[in-house]
């Protein structure tokens, strides 16, 4: 598969496919409240509404069998992808170093490809943007060091620059590997998978 390079990273691609086996899933719903309660004085007071909310989380877990080697389980969160036993599928994941991340589940089946996870959250394990914090700790280091240098609004003025030019570079780095996600997926899918 085709490399993905980046700001003198490269991410390279791996793959390993087999025929699906114990497919099963399940949802997780998590409930949190907060607030209720009030008071009263002289006769007049207020209550405060109770705030419910619930998050369902969808985990997938199957074992892939390739020809000729051992079972590999995956476990997938928030992914709710058709799959069945019998099913041939590859599994591709993208690495830098040792940093390695799933990108794509390709069922040879159905002929079609699903994309794991968030690009954006990929470009940023990889290394290939900044992490969030970092981005911010940078610009107010900026800042501060300038304001101190030579005063507060040039220092505002020259964070706010460093931090636009940080948002630009991730929005750039994350459609250009969202594209070449979609090549991989594409490709994948067409080479086909055959399990001996």
Known sequence: MKPFDYNGRRVDFRSVTGQVTGSHKHAETYVSGSGGGGSTYNGHGHTTPVQISSTVVVKQEFFLKPAGGNEIPFKLHNEDIPLKDGQNVTMVSGHVGDKGEWTHLVNHNAALYWKLGHTGAHATVWGLVRKPAWVLLIGIAIWIAIAYLLNGAIGFLAAV????????????????????????????????????
């Open 161 to 196: 620059a460093y931090w636009v030019f940080e948002w630009m570079n991730k929005r750039k780095a994350t459609k250009e590997l969202e594209t070449h996600l979609d090549e991989i997926g594409r490709e994948t899918l067409t080479s086909g998978a055959t399990i001996s």
